[in-house]
């Protein structure tokens, strides 16, 4: 029991060295200043605790990726940051909201660190925010960065104002921040202390907001009434102004300075970052303009204050201004305690637009060129900047969107030093230079030119593309920006596309399963979670429970799923047969290409991972299996049995399986009957059987719009009318027999052979083509009576072999009982009871040529 207690004790003591190694550099130790955003909504104050440790006080941020981490580097550029190491291992891949943290440097590194310390992703080179670091309060560095301020107050979901109040000065700095585009104004101020209740007349406000080169201003405007602003030319008289005007309309030449303090307020700083515009101004408590300034009371704890966002319309040739539109604007009032205090900070977290990307956009289409060129970086959206940058149709590095399956042509004017190349990453500039890995879609070293030689680049994206690419240049990082690939139509992301239904519905899941019925099937289910995140699983279903539904682990590659306007789409990718795969159920989910596959999808409300419950049952299902025809090129959906599939059967089973056996059935066992009876029937049930036959056939090539030898059931019952349309034939070209008791020829003996041979073929082939057609209307069509007609077409043929054999039986006996073989039924070459003056294509039973003389001598009667 010893030992514990001093493993404590030296754990206490190390803990204690390492604290009084922390405690011994304090060159920073206590020096405090404001992170300075670059993106994410960064915002806090540093402050150094000691040499292992500093706090982060007041920290929001926009969530990053795993790589960002706290970082340590010499300066802000790119190639600073590049060349620096992270300062502490926590992760900064989540939101913070307005927390205060300790945070410890990583092992050998302490205090003082290189001059900067910034929050940083090194994996898509993003600068969120820094500080600069400095033992001393010189001039040189501000302490205090434009983003902070004393006290905040949420007025609306998407926007906050900010306020600082320096009485001393008179003066109060406030900052106005939105979710909104660059194209819409900010309005915040003061109510009329003369208004009894909530008016936005006479109100006193400063409208905010980006000029179209993405300049920030703020304006000093009066409310007359809350409508557009009119009479605003440069002649106009005070009392001719109404609406929502600058001050400089109403009073266009009061105070000092011909007119220079109408307008109070001042501009300290504005930007936009992650779809949220941020702007700072500065104003007078007491302003010397009586007339359009509302006097602000820094010690009120009820300061009514009104506020407005909406679209700005920009300057033109009757107006100087930029005026907010008050129709269709949001607009409210709230109230202030500019006192600052705990409570008068009442921002939880930054501000989180739905729409980030503050970028020019460009849609690419089809047959028409993205020109691309280089110029200065001027609004870059990803911090820390370059110098230059693309510039595509004359925009400066917009996201571009492009849709799967279509072309887009890039025409490269860039320079020889700026080759354009698609990848997917970030920064770009040859993944492989900073040891790091890349995917390159199109481009590279001769996708190069000037304005007077460009290079053309085409590439298409296809469903294996992500959702997010990159345009950069082949040398030098962060000269492009993203790329949005969106789906396409079904004719230009896939060869083949089949309907399995023609209504569009919504639902929560939809799930596709291959099989005739969803037992027994292998189904592919596509949903979204709770946090709006796709999933594609697939199962194997036995039964109709939630029990009998198997999640596999089949090698789907590929898989996205996406709800729009409440309608799943979802897609993977999967090999026709399963390799290296052995005993489990998904190993037999083999999927020929030459072979119809059969679908049926469902739909539910809800679906989830793991265990399945009542909760998961669909709702709308298909009524019955589609099959698809997976060929190169084309794609067609079969829905059941087709009735003229099923006459073609019918009149192919009357032939084969009634009147041609019938006709051969007749040449045998009915020539012991006098006269030519056998023949007649022979000859009127082989020619019936042959025209049902060629009707059917004809039925069968008209359904199926072509003459198609893919199947075993086309190839052999074509071998079959082929045979049977060769005794007619043969039939015509037969030889003569010859005189009665004479020397059969030779072409006489071929031709019966060939007679007999070709007859018995295309009775057995024509019997293995019912067979085979059964075989595949069961495979393709899946009709439930498929088992039934071919148990059915065995009996039937059990029967014929039966009659066959009990004829034959009868055939012996007789020829037993008269002792001949002249008259029986026995097949022999050159059978005398056969009468060759028979025509087997007519029913003359005599040829002119064959009848021979009589003599008969006349007696008289006697009497």
């Not at 590194?109 to 670091?133: E, K, Q, R």
Request: charged share 20%.
């Amino acid at each position: 029991m010893a030992p514990l207690p001093l493993l404590a004790i030296a754990l206490l003591l190390c803990l204690s060295v390492a604290a009084a190694a922390c405690g011994t550099n304090t060159s920073l130790a206590g020096y405090e200043s404001d992170l300075r955003m670059s993106q994410h909504q960064l915002r806090g104050r540093v402050e150094v605790l000691d040499g292992c440790s500093f706090r982060v006080t007041g920290l929001d941020l926009l969530a990053g990726s795993p790589s960002a981490r706290w970082w340590r580097a010499d300066g802000a550029g790119l190639d600073a940051l590049a060349r620096g190491a992270p300062a502490a291992a926590d992760p900064l891949n989540r939101t913070f909201l307005s927390e205060s943290l300790v945070f410890r440097l990583l092992p050998g590194v302490t205090w003082p660190l290189v001059p900067l310390l910034a929050a940083f992703d090194p994996l898509s080179s993003s600068l969120f925010g820094f500080v600069l670091l400095n033992n001393t309060n010189s001039d040189e560095i501000n302490s205090t960065a434009p983003t902070m301020f004393d006290s905040c107050k949420q007025l609306s979901p998407r926007m906050r104002v900010r306020w600082t109040v320096d009485a001393a000065a008179n003066s109060i700095d406030v900052g106005v921040e939105a979710a909104v585009g660059s194209e819409y104004y900010i309005a915040f101020g003061w109510s009329s202390p003369a208004a009894t209740n909530q008016s936005m007349a006479g109100a006193d406000i400063a409208v905010t907001g980006f000029t179209e080169d993405g300049l920030p201003f703020a304006d000093d405007y009066f409310i007359t009434n809350y409508t557009d602003c009119t009479s605003l030319s440069s002649s106009s008289s005070a009392a001719a102004a109404d609406g929502v005007c600058p001050d400089t309309i109403f009073a266009p030449g009061a105070g000092d300075d011909s007119g220079e303090k109408v307008n109070n307020t001042r501009l300290v700083y504005g930007h936009r970052r992650d779809g949220v515009s941020f702007v700072r101004f500065r104003r007078p408590l007491i302003s010397p303009d009586k007339a359009y300034d509302v006097a602000v009371n820094a010690t009120s704890a009820n300061t009514t204050v009104i506020w407005s966002i909406g679209l700005l319309r920009p300057p033109d040739s009757l107006q100087p201004y930029y005026l907010p539109l008050i129709t269709g604007s949001s607009s409210g009032f709230a109230t202030l305690n500019l006192t600052p205090s705990p409570s008068t900070s009442q921002c939880v977290g930054p501000i989180d637009a739905d729409d980030k990307e503050d970028q020019e956009r460009i849609t690419a289409e089809r047959n028409t060129p993205l020109v691309v060129t280089v110029g200065q970086s001027l609004h870059y959206p990803n911090p820390p900047n370059p110098s230059e940058v693309f510039y595509i149709n004359k925009k400066e590095a917009p996201v571009l969107k492009v849709e799967r399956g279509v072309p887009v042509t890039f025409s490269v004017e860039a320079g020889h030093g700026a080759p354009l190349y698609i990848t997917s990453d970030a920064i770009g500039g040859n993944a492989t230079a900073r040891n790091g890995t890349e995917v390159v879609y199109a481009g590279g070293e001769r996708a190069e030119g000037v304005a007077a030689a460009p290079a053309e680049l085409v590439w298409m994206p296809d469903r294996n593309t992500p959702d997010v690419v990159y345009y950069q240049s082949l040398y030098e990082p962060k000269m492009g920006w993203k790329i949005h690939v969106v789906d396409g139509g079904l004719s230009d992301m896939y060869n083949n596309s089949v309907l399995l239904d023609d209504q569009q519905r919504k639902s929560g899941y939809l799930a596709v399963a291959f099989g005739s019925a969803m037992v027994n099937s292998y189904a592919y289910v596509g949903w979204i979670d709770g946090n709006g995140t796709g999933h594609v699983t697939s199962y194997w279903i036995d039964g109709k429970d939630g029990a009998s539904i198997h999640e596999t682990s089949e090698n789907l590659t590929h898989t996205r799923c996406r709800s729009e306007n409440g309608e799943i789409v979802f897609e993977f990718t999967r090999p026709l047969s399963p390799s290296s795969c052995s005993g489990r159920i998904e190993c037999m989910n083999i999927i020929d290409p030459t072979t119809p596959l059969k679908v049926i999808w469902a739909m539910g409300s809800q679906w989830s991972s793991g265990r399945l419950d009542v909760k998961n049952m669909h709702s709308i299902t298909s009524s019955r299996a589609v099959r698809i025809l997976l060929l190169a090129g084309t794609a067609e959906a079969e829905e059941d049995l087709r009735p003229v599939l099923a006459v073609h059967g019918f009149m192919m089973f009357v032939s084969w399986g009634l009147l041609l056996p019938g006709g051969v059935m007749a040449a045998r066992y009915l020539k012991h009957m006098k006269g030519d009876i056998w023949f007649q029937a022979h000859s009127y049930l082989q020619c019936s059987g042959m025209v049902v036959m060629f009707l059917g056939f004809l039925f069968a090539i008209a359904e199926l719009r072509g003459f198609s030898f893919k199947s075993t059931h086309a190839k052999i019952g074509i071998l079959g009318v082929l045979l049977a349309f060769l005794q007619p034939i043969n039939a015509y070209l037969r030889p003569h027999l010859g005189e009665k008791g004479e020397i059969l020829s030779r072409n006489r003996v071929i031709w019966e052979y060939l007679h007999v041979f070709t007859g018995r073929s295309a009775l057995v082939v024509g019997a293995i083509a019912l067979f085979t057609g059964l075989q595949h209307l069961g495979h393709r069509y899946g009709s439930k009576n498929i088992k039934g007609l071919t148990c059915g077409l065995i009996l039937w043929a059990v029967g014929v072999s039966l009659v066959v054999v009990y004829l034959e039986f009868m055939a012996v006996k007789r020829r037993r009982d008269v002792g001949t073989d002249g008259l029986s039924g026995k097949w022999v070459l050159g059978n005398t009871d056969e009468d060759d003056s028979v025509d087997l294509l007519q029913s003359s039973k005599m040829e002119p040529d064959s009848i021979e003389p009589m003599e008969v001598q006349l007696e008289p009667l006697k009497g």
